[in-house]
């Protein structure tokens, strides 16, 4: 057995230099009236962008954020989920990687951090970014307090109001938490304007971060769909290949759930690239069907369309995503690496709808006692499926997924849908 | 030849025939070894906004773009390579390179070609090649390895490597590791451009095995504060950091 921290890698891995096809790059829309691109340098930190536009397929984790991701609890354990084996009665084995054992409850906090590492050692004290359901938000205002800065968040009101926990664990952080719309911005004016009530959305709180850490000389961190966000989140499936190799076990399917695409990527793309397993599967929500519905095209990130425009499968930004209770998988695209590996069939999809996978949340707590994020039960419902399958062909598979965050969080949610569907 | 080569790119007609006329002639003189020239698109996808502040300039009043091609081929003697995007252009691309050669122009860069088009380009490439014009091959960054080899041998004159992904916009790119990267792939001259900013990133780029650095955006920018005169003295300046290097 090797010292535990050993598992956490020192270097993060890239898949864009091993994918079958060229990327396409960002590209500022026609016509333009100001460049998308150049205004990213005014947004992000400049090592953030820097490894953004990197084709290193190995980069360097600085010493200091290998320390830190040690400090909240890296690597995050592997285990094995014996229980749900049994009540599945398949001879299947099942395993996954806990991301609900970092402090903020989700693998967020991996991005998080080195973004908040770099922003500090640029001399940057203040960090904006805007978030829905609350679980990036978290790892923002922790990541800044560590690193003795400040943050602001722009809360989508509705979150802001229904989801007061979140709130108050961000301000216990040391954030400033606004409800967006708020007065603070140009843009979140404009809206109250027309509508004094607005529920808000993440396009409106994504815009107002932007627009507030422009206006103030902060910086903004991204949590999703960007390539540097994958790539930091590549610390998932590094501890959990060699984590495998510790019990020598070779995994065959690989699966998580997609949002933007950044836990699903971190989790698989190491695998994909160095050839192991032999099937991936990403799980997105049947009531945000952008797998089976999007179109592979260039579309902006954002709703407020500030970031340049990157070629992915999308609903389009203007999409307005049903309200399920996975927060984090309402987003209309997803991450540029993985549409293209989707679209070149090397990584598969799947969707469910919110009964599918309340029910596989229940099966998977009642068995394994970790009541996951929403979001993750995504995952869990096509593992599930999976290992069924293997029973019927009385297949020995080893099927690995990231559990990317616990629900704790989210029990308003889970009583609401027993109450609708349970 | 063993010195390194300045590719100096123009924008067809910017800022005005007269001054246009002059540029690409006094970059010649000022020691660019061949010259790119880019050809109105109708969405200059890949370019920044000082190029595309170029385009739009023009496309208010070039009509006659052959015609001024034309004049720039007996105005220079150094190999002409015109740069559009492919995607303007799959409908009517014989008629285009037909154009080209009776024009007297050399090549053809599209760099769109490995992006939009990559599951074909090998058909666009042989089509290039078939109307007697060169096919210069565009690459960056994104572009698997297997892929920069392969099209490295298959490119006329040099490869194309573009450092950033879009011109003229400084974003934060480690010039050297990228292009050390590319280095070993590439047997053929190895041209390094797209959004080379200063000095000390060309520098850097020959340094790190560039047979030779291509430069657009600085000139438009030139231009636009002090005139023609000053990008071409501009130019020389980067022919004396060429041959330093
Ligand atoms: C627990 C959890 N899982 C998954 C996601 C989806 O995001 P991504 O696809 O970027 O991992 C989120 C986003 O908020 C989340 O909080």
Known sequence: ?422 | MNLKMLVSYATLGYPNREDYLKLVKGLVDAGSDILEIGLLPKYAKYDGPVIRRSYKQVSSWLKDSWGLLEETRRAVNVPLVILTYLEDWVSSLSELLTKMRETGIDGVLFPDLLIDFVDEYEKYVQEIKAHGLKAVIFTSPSVPDPLIHKVSMLSDMFLYYGVRPTTGVPLPVSVDSVITRVRTLVDNKLVVGFGLSDINDMKKALNAGADGIAIGTIYIEEIEKNGVESAISLARTFRGIINGA
């Open chain 1, 1 to 422: 057995m090797v010292n535990n921290e050993e598992i956490v890698p020192s270097y993060w891995y890239n898949i864009i230099p091993d994918l079958p096809k060229p990327l396409p790059p960002p590209r500022d829309p026609p016509d333009a009236e100001f460049s998308r691109i150049d205004l990213l340098r005014k947004i992000m930190p400049s090592e953030v962008l820097r490894q953004q536009f990197t084709v290193e397929r190995f980069v360097s984790i600085p010493k200091e954020v290998r320390e830190a991701y040690i400090n909240i609890g890296r690597p995050t354990p592997l285990i094995r989920a014996k229980k749900l084996e049994e009540f599945l009665n398949t001879p299947a084995k099942i395993y996954f990687k806990y991301e609900g054992a970092t402090p903020t409850g989700s693998h967020k906090i991996n991005t998080a951090l080195p973004q908040a590492y770099f922003s500090m050692k640029e001399g940057i004290d203040h960090l904006v970014t805007e978030t829905g359901a609350g679980q990036w938000g978290t790892s923002v205002a922790l990541s800044a307090r560590m690193y003795g800065l400040n943050s602001t968040i722009f809360m989508v009101k509705v979150s802001y109001e229904q989801k007061p926990q979140r709130r108050t664990i961000m301000q216990l952080y040391g954030a400033n938490v606004f409800a967006s719309p708020t007065p603070h911005t140009e843009y979140g004016k404009k809206v109250l304007n027309d509508n004094p009530n607005h529920p808000g959305s993440l396009g409106i709180a994504m815009s107002e971060a932007i627009e507030y850490a422009l206006s103030n000389g902060y910086k903004y961190l991204v949590g999703s769909v960007l390539d540097v966000v994958v790539l930091h989140q590549s610390v998932i499936g590094l501890e959990t290949m060699r984590q495998l190799q510790e019990i020598d076990e070779e995994p065959d399917t690989l699966v998580g759930c997609v949002g933007g695409g950044s836990n699903f990527g971190g989790f698989s793309f190491p695998f994909i690239g160095s050839k192991k397993g032999t099937k991936y599967i990403a799980v997105g929500s049947y009531e945000v069907p952008k797998f089976s519905q999007g179109a592979y095209n260039y579309d902006f990130p954002d709703s407020a369309g500030l970031l340049p425009l990157i070629k992915m499968i999308t609903l389009g930004r203007d999409y307005v995503p049903p309200p399920i209770y996975s927060g984090g998988l309402r987003y209309h695209g997803a991450a540029p690496s993985l549409s293209m590996l989707i679209k070149e069939k090397i990584v598969d999809w799947r969707e469910y709808n919110e009964k599918e996978i309340f029910e596989a949340a229940q099966v998977f707590l009642q068995t394994q006692g970790i009541v996951p994020a929403p979001e993750s039960s995504h995952a869990i419902r096509a593992v599930i499926d999976e290992a069924l399958e293997a029973k019927r062909k009385n297949e020995k598979k080893v099927i690995v997924f990231n559990l990317s965050g616990h629900g704790l969080l989210d029990l308003p949610n889970y009583e609401s849908m027993m109450k609708r569907i349970g």
